[in-house]
């Protein structure tokens, strides 16, 4: 069974719809028990960088995040939910953090978040774009896939960059370390090619 981590902040449905297309058992949840008990993870998001920590905080979910992404068993961070793996986020340092110029986030991959800085480009990204330079096991280079944001994740280690897409600048769109996956775009919205990665990531479970 794989778990959507429920936090008040994600696309939950279209998540699980996805999965169940692919014939994959998943159940949405903010039950750490249920999290901890999964075969794996998804950790969704829609919206702010800073609301969402708060809520995985005030929910106790912040912890069994951090457990289940370092205890080996496959862990998918899509959008938000890959931003909110790294150190911190430029977004929302008017709320105040604990980082002073950067929101603290779960420190699961070493990284920093930062808002496109573009005067030729829209911003947020809206659209459809392609996957360039992949590394990662479950991207395939050239596929054309949905994104949905205005800040993007600078790695520290480059060895945990797994994909990259151009909007303005080259930037990491796609995280791989040991077990834990992340997606800057949404691939429950890419159709073909963000199923054939959402099968990739889920086969692990099983």
């Given at each position: 069974m794989i778990a959507i981590i429920d936090y008040g902040m994600g696309n939950l449905a279209s998540v699980a719809k996805a999965l169940k297309y692919l014939n994959y058992d998943s159940?949405?949840?903010s039950d750490p028990k249920v999290i901890s008990a999964s075969s794996g993870v998804i950790l969704p998001g829609v919206g702010a960088f800073a609301p969402a920590m708060e809520n995985l905080r005030s929910k106790g979910l912040d912890s069994v995040i951090i457990d289940s992404a370092f205890s080996g068993k496959p862990f998918l961070g899509i959008c938000l939910g890959m931003q909110l793996l790294m150190d911190g986020?430029?977004?929302?340092?008017?709320?105040?953090?604990?980082?002073?110029?950067?929101?603290?986030?779960?420190?699961?991959?070493?990284g920093r978040v930062r808002r496109f800085e573009t005067?030729?480009?829209?911003?947020?990204?809206?659209?459809?774009?392609?996957?360039?330079?992949?590394?990662?096991?479950?991207?395939?280079?050239?596929?054309?896939?949905?994104?949905?944001?205005?800040?993007?994740?600078?790695?520290?280690?480059?060895?945990?960059?797994?994909?990259?897409?151009?909007?303005?600048?080259?930037?990491?769109?796609?995280?791989?370390?040991?077990?834990v996956?992340?997606?800057?775009?949404?691939?429950?919205?890419?159709?073909?090619?963000g199923l054939q990665i959402l099968n990739k990531f889920a086969m692990r479970t099983r």
């Open positions: 159940v949405i949840t986020s430029k977004e929302g340092v008017n709320l105040g953090s604990a980082m002073g110029d950067y929101v603290t986030g779960l420190g699961i991959i070493p005067t030729d480009l829209k911003v947020p990204q809206i659209g459809w774009n392609k996957l360039v330079d992949c590394k990662g096991s479950i991207l395939t280079e050239g596929d054309y896939v949905y994104f949905v944001h205005s800040y993007y994740c600078i790695p520290e280690h480059q060895d945990d960059a797994a994909g990259y897409a151009e909007y303005g600048i080259k930037y990491c769109c796609a995280l791989e370390h040991d077990n996956f992340a997606t800057q775009f949404h691939p429950e919205k890419s159709g073909e090619a």
